[in-house]
């Protein structure tokens, strides 16, 4: 049911005017002497204001911009962002944010450009589909059955686990798809999702790429609303939506201590378009500015493209013909300029892939000759788990499909520490929640443009024992296991085989159903026939690779 007007009557107990200035997030800026704030009012303020300072006296005042959001029935509401400006590396700054009518925030703080000590890292937490029920990786207490999860409730269970916990983080990357979904019940499923985050997103820059929840023409207004406040540096600088023209957050780059980071959106291989700005627009800057980050990788030298979509995965049908149509195009790219990792979500699990290029791997972190690509899509929401369908082929070093999130800890030019966080409370016990599941090192002493004659070469079989783990949380569930050890996919093709397609289906049905009893869901594979990916060809499935 669609209730108009939801928002304002949301914030009746959180001790706010009904208009106050609320789901604060702030960016790193376009220099490293800015950072800039967004934030929401449900009416018009007028001149929008910023003040900060070293300390909560603040004393810096910057005016800021306020646009109206008229794309949600039966209401409009107002974005309003500002920079803080002049700013010193290194340095905590407190701020808050609002207008004459609608008052003012509460006052954050937030690091700019921390100078990690001595021998020890930056630390960047990476995650991909993010709700705002189910946002399990949030904190312990989000719940599949509300909404709300802001940082009261997240108080009321434990708070030394989950992004909550991240506070000495010094930037949180969002890879698409946010919400579910940014314009639900005209935009106030948004609201709740932006209220929640607030309590990481005020205090630690909170940067992001575009999803496929974002493709609907209001869900994308509202993605590019709610996210003007990128240091967007796009060819063209303005994207145009139902809501008008504003920042072009479809891609854009930033450095942040040691890493050059470059958002892009894999809708653009999908029909997303504004007439404008277009796959081609992209391709274009996108060699432009990596161009330019070879040349200063003597300054920064690790390169992270991030978007949405797999390039490379191993999960389900998605990792066949939608990731080989986004691969075909970009891995030579990412090839020729040395990008040392593509980080995606999409897929709801996790999986890091050792060095890949067309589909050839070297199973080590060593000097990596490829891109490395991981999928980090388990945040969580309301389309939870994702089962594993495919068998783990060998440039697969690790996947799991728990909720969970990456921590990124970046050492110096040439150590990089990887971390993955398992943060699932639905078939896991409380214990579990924060456990690091994953750990691993990358070292990489050449940075540049990777070379084909030292490029991977081992042609993808099955996983190899001892290279690769796979942690698939849905293989118990089926009641096939034998025994034998097999892996699930066999095991799937040898019932198949013996009972029939019709009592495969019967039995994902009863699965589904029987885990949906439990308090918790996996997603139904069988909507998109990723259930029957390679388990349709057990006997001949082989992996598409781009074309040399």
Same mark, same amino acid.
């Given at each position: 049911?669609?209730?108009?007007?939801?928002?304002?009557?949301?914030?009746?107990?959180?001790?706010?005017?009904?208009?106050?200035?609320?789901?604060?997030?702030?960016?790193?800026?376009?220099?490293?002497?800015?950072?800039?704030?967004?934030?929401? !009012?449900?009416?018009?303020?007028?001149?929008?204001?910023?003040?900060?300072?070293?300390?909560?006296?603040?004393?810096?005042?910057?005016?800021?911009?306020?646009?109206?959001?008229?794309?949600?029935?039966?209401? !409009?509401? #107002?974005?309003?962002?500002?920079?803080?400006?002049?700013?010193?590396?290194?340095?905590?700054? #407190? #701020?808050?944010?609002?207008?004459?009518?609608? *008052?003012?925030?509460?006052?954050?703080?937030?690091?700019?450009?921390?100078?990690?000590?001595?021998?020890?890292?930056?630390?960047?937490?990476?995650?991909?589909?993010?709700?705002?029920?189910?946002?399990?990786?949030?904190?312990?207490?989000?719940?599949?059955?509300?909404?709300?999860?802001?940082?009261?409730?997240?108080?009321?269970?434990?708070?030394?686990?989950?992004?909550?916990?991240?506070?000495?983080?010094?930037?949180?990357?969002?890879?698409?798809?946010?919400? #579910?979904?940014?314009?639900?019940?005209?935009?106030?499923?948004?609201?709740?999702?932006?209220?929640?985050?607030?309590?990481?997103?005020?205090?630690?820059?909170?940067?992001?790429?575009?999803?496929?929840?974002?493709?609907?023409?209001?869900?994308?207004?509202?993605?590019?609303?709610?996210?003007?406040?990128?240091?967007?540096?796009?060819?063209?600088p303005l994207y145009t939506t139902t809501n008008g023209a504003t920042t072009n957050s479809m891609y854009f780059s930033w450095d942040h201590g040691l890493v050059h980071y470059i958002a892009m959106s894999t809708e653009l291989w999908f029909g997303i378009t504004d007439g404008n700005t277009t796959l081609d627009t992209f391709i274009a800057w996108v060699k432009d500015d990596l161009d330019k980050a070879n040349k200063n990788r003597a300054n920064v030298p690790w390169i992270v493209m991030h978007g949405h979509r797999s390039i490379y995965c191993s999960c389900d049908g998605d990792c066949h013909d939608d990731a080989y149509t986004v691969r075909e195009t970009m891995e030579p790219i990412l090839f020729d300029y040395g990008v040392d990792?593509?980080?995606? *979500?999409?897929?709801?699990?996790?999986?890091?892939?050792?060095?890949?290029?067309?589909?050839?791997?070297?199973? +080590?972190?060593?000097?990596?000759?490829?891109?490395?690509?991981?999928?980090?899509?388990?945040?969580? +929401?309301?389309?939870?788990?994702?089962?594993?369908?495919?068998?783990?082929?060998?440039?697969?070093?690790?996947?799991?499909?728990?909720?969970?999130?990456?921590?990124?800890?970046?050492?110096?030019?040439?150590?990089?520490?990887w971390q993955q966080v398992q943060t699932d409370p639905t078939e896991f016990p409380g214990s579990d929640y924060g456990r690091v599941i994953d750990d691993t090192w990358i070292v990489q002493h050449n940075h540049g443009p990777f070379n084909a004659t030292l490029a991977p070469k081992a042609k993808p079989t099955s996983c190899p024992e001892g290279l690769c783990q796979s942690h698939d949380h849905w293989r118990p569930l089926l009641g096939l296991d034998d025994g034998s050890g097999r892996p699930t996919h066999a095991l799937i093709a040898e019932f198949r085989e013996k009972h029939g397609d019709d009592a495969w289906r019967e039995k994902l049905a009863g699965l589904l159903k029987t885990v949906q009893g439990k308090g918790t869901r996996w997603e139904d594979v069988r909507e998109d026939g990723n259930s029957d990916g390679a388990w349709a060809y057990p006997k001949g499935y082989s992996w598409r690779h781009s074309k040399s």
């Open positions: 049911m669609k209730v108009h007007g939801l928002a304002v009557l949301l914030l009746a107990g959180t001790g706010l005017a009904a208009s106050a200035p609320e789901q604060v997030h702030v960016s790193l800026g376009v220099t490293n002497d800015v950072l800039t704030v967004e934030w929401v !009012t449900q009416q018009d303020g007028g001149s929008s204001i910023i003040e900060w300072g070293e300390t909560t006296s603040l004393g810096q005042k910057g005016a800021g911009d306020s646009r109206a959001f008229t794309q949600d029935q039966g209401r !409009t509401w #107002y974005t309003h962002v500002a920079a803080m400006t002049g700013l010193k590396e290194n340095t905590r700054y #407190y #701020y808050k944010v609002g207008d004459s009518v609608n *008052g003012m925030s509460a006052t954050f703080n937030v690091m700019n450009k921390r100078k990690p000590a001595p021998g020890q890292p930056y630390k960047h937490i990476l995650f991909g589909d993010m709700g705002a029920s189910c946002a399990f990786t949030l904190c312990e207490a989000c719940t599949q059955s509300s909404y709300h999860c802001d940082a009261a409730v997240c108080a009321t269970n434990r708070t030394n686990v989950g992004l909550i916990a991240e506070t000495d983080a010094d930037m949180f990357l969002h890879v698409g798809d946010f919400a #579910y979904n940014l314009d639900t019940s005209d935009g106030t499923v948004g609201d709740y999702f932006f209220r929640n985050i607030e309590q990481v997103a005020a205090y630690t820059p909170y940067m992001i790429s575009h999803g496929n929840h974002e493709d609907g023409a209001t869900a994308l207004a509202h993605f590019m609303e709610n996210f003007r406040l990128m240091p967007s540096n796009a060819i063209p990792f593509f980080i995606n *979500g999409h897929e709801h699990n996790y999986e890091r892939m050792w060095p890949t290029y067309q589909n050839m791997s070297d199973q +080590s972190n060593m000097d990596p000759k490829a891109t490395i690509y991981v999928v980090t899509g388990a945040a969580g +929401s309301p389309e939870m788990h994702e089962p594993f369908t495919y068998p783990q082929p060998s440039w697969s070093a690790f996947r799991s499909n728990s909720f969970c999130y990456t921590r990124m800890y970046v050492y110096n030019a040439t150590h990089i520490h």
